[in-house]
DNA sequence: CGTCAGTTTGAGCGAGCTCAACGTGAGTGG
DNA sequence: CCACTCACGTTGAGCTCGCTCAAACTGACG
């Protein structure tokens, strides 16, 4: 069997996109009920992955998008110079693998950095239910079409935007999704690693540890290894332009 | 009247879809004869824009997506701290404006770099004629997809790459999007001002200038201007990692 | 208690930035 | 037709932020 979800399939993870708590941030948004258990039956639930399970890799068909139930995951490809790039990091309630939409083939490789809930949309039965209701396929395209412009804020960030001004942005952009699902947007725990916020932010792990000490000093922050406070957002806001 | 292509209609520009030289990039792609004239009916062409005319500004209502006739288009959008950031450049066959579908209003600015023959599509059409047509929906959301991971190559180049690979690259791209239209992809002119690529690609004026000189020296291009010959493919390519 | 991945800190270097000057060519007005 | 302007491009000189290399620290896990 090649589907990972439902090799993962799972009878006690039976959750349904009504009940789910992140429903309001992922696709059901602005669907009726009797349009949500339709999504509900396409929607494939499996066993957790474990830190380091891949999701799907780069290059294999395309043939689902994904929601992250709980956890963190982590999308990256290996470019032509044999070097990771990591491409963005995916809390619960968001959507990956629309990337694959474009050739039929995941460009990306998708791993869970820490233990996930993940659930599965097959793409074929999305598009056939998108023609159906008219509000999924505008749905779909909007979360796409933000995709879009937040690459390119990253693309701003990457060629206008100091070392600084990249964490903090990163740090309040993680801070604003937890206070989507309901979380403190001051404790915040970083799923990834140093040389993962390194990789996406286009620095070295020693610029980004330099930094969190800086931040650490100034006042800004209280770093403890993954555990982070936030003691002065305004002041981070400051650093960030945003 | 505040439809900008509306207020452009001109009576000689009259080109269908199914007669225009670049459907085969453009949306039509797959569609039935019958199919590419409902898309036909829904395109509206105007007079062209002439250089730093814009098409759209940030900001507005997103009501279309353009695709480019003839001559070039810039996206870009400023950014909080009152700078400009160059998002793409678009030719002909090419689709812009989708970065708008996923907050009801343009994130970024066109603007023409020279003077430019464009069709528009409403977009409330389209997702009409997308229920209707599933091809069409479908190479709309491949469409995006692939816009999606043209950002993330470039997110790569700038967190990655010199300026020399950055702007081998651009060079390598806008050859290749060249000889898609048929025209050589070793004589070329660039649209764009110095500080427009620069911008495009987190570098200064200065450098963008340098390493035209450089790869000049090299033996690698010809430039004269706007005007640049391909003399070294490959030491290009090696350079660029593609 | 040794190992090993992840992180922190220090020291020195270099690619690309800043600032400044100069060259070039298209457009404008006398 | 020439003088002037102004945007754009090129080139030079020096500086700086983040990189590289190196070493030491921390904590999880066998």
Redesign the interface.
């Known amino acids: 069997m090649n589907n990972p979800a439902v090799d993962r399939k799972c009878p006690h993870s039976q959750v349904s996109c009504g009940d789910c708590r992140m429903n309001a941030l992922c696709l059901p948004l602005a669907l009726q009920n009797e349009e949500i258990d339709r999504l509900d039956d396409i929607v494939q639930r499996g066993r957790p992955f474990h830190k380091e399970d891949h999701v799907y890799n780069a290059g294999v068909e395309f043939k689902s998008v994904y929601a992250v139930r709980s956890g963190c995951i982590k999308s990256y490809?290996i470019?032509?110079?044999g070097?990771e790039?990591v491409?963005g990091f995916h809390l619960p309630g968001e959507i990956f693998g629309?990337?694959?939409?474009?050739?039929n083939r995941y460009?990306?490789s998708a791993i869970a950095l820490e233990t996930s809930a993940i659930c599965e949309i097959p793409f074929s039965r999305l598009?056939e239910l998108?023609?159906e209701i008219?509000s999924l396929?505008?749905h779909?395209?909007?979360?796409?079409?933000?995709?879009?412009?937040s690459?390119?804020q990253?693309?701003?960030q990457?060629?206008?935007n100091s070392a600084e001004e990249r964490i903090a942005t990163l740090i309040l952009s993680i801070s604003s999704r937890n206070a989507r699902r309901k979380l403190s947007s001051t404790q915040i725990r970083l799923p990834m690693s140093r040389a993962d916020i390194g990789?996406?932010?286009?620095l070295t792990v020693e610029t980004v540890s330099r930094v969190f000490s800086r931040f650490q000093k100034q006042g800004l922050l209280a770093v403890d290894k993954k555990e982070i406070e936030i003691l002065d957002v305004d002041g981070l806001r400051e650093l960030s332009?945003?």
């Open positions: 490809y470019n032509d110079d070097q790039q491409t629309i990337d694959g939409i474009g050739h460009v990306n598009e998108s023609v008219p396929q505008r779909f395209f909007q979360l796409m079409s933000k995709e879009i412009t690459d390119q990253l693309i701003t990457l060629s206008k990789n996406y932010l286009g332009n945003n």
